[in-house]
């Protein structure tokens, strides 16, 4: 199995900045894409950013030229660095990982989530 583990998130006044970081361990093969997706109360989960295992990245309209993801696949890693926060980025943001298995010489995805981080953006 794999277990996410996330961290970095809290409060900050708007303008501020925050940097999320979600660490993957586990015994997959490796893992193909990773991303962040957030959720306001009472609203759907949408994606905030994703990234592939080559590097390309793709961001929500409303991040875009805020928001960097990024990621680390020696350490299974994805970050997401946020800039110039706006009281409407509040929301519980969740990792989440495409992973691979390899067994009897056959493959297969896996998809798993973090368990959300609280960010706050309020003065």
């Known amino acids: 199995q794999v277990q996410l583990v996330e961290s970095g998130g809290g409060l900050v006044q708007p303008g501020g900045s925050l940097r999320l970081s979600c660490a993957a361990s586990g015994s997959m093969f490796s893992i193909n894409r990773m991303g962040w997706y957030r959720q306001a109360p009472g609203k759907q989960r949408d994606m905030v950013a994703i990234?592939?295992?080559?590097?390309?990245?793709k961001y929500a309209d409303s991040v875009k030229g805020r928001f960097t993801i990024s990621r680390d696949n020696a350490k299974n890693t994805v970050y997401l660095q946020m800039n110039s926060l706006k009281p409407e980025d509040t929301a519980v943001y969740y990792c989440?990982?495409?992973?691979?298995?390899?067994?009897?010489?056959?493959?297969?995805?896996?998809?798993?989530w973090g368990q959300g981080t609280q960010v706050t953006v309020s003065s």
């Open positions: 990234i592939s295992s080559g590097g390309s990245t």
């Open positions: 989440n990982v495409d992973a691979v298995w390899l067994r009897n010489s056959r493959s297969w995805d896996e998809n798993y």
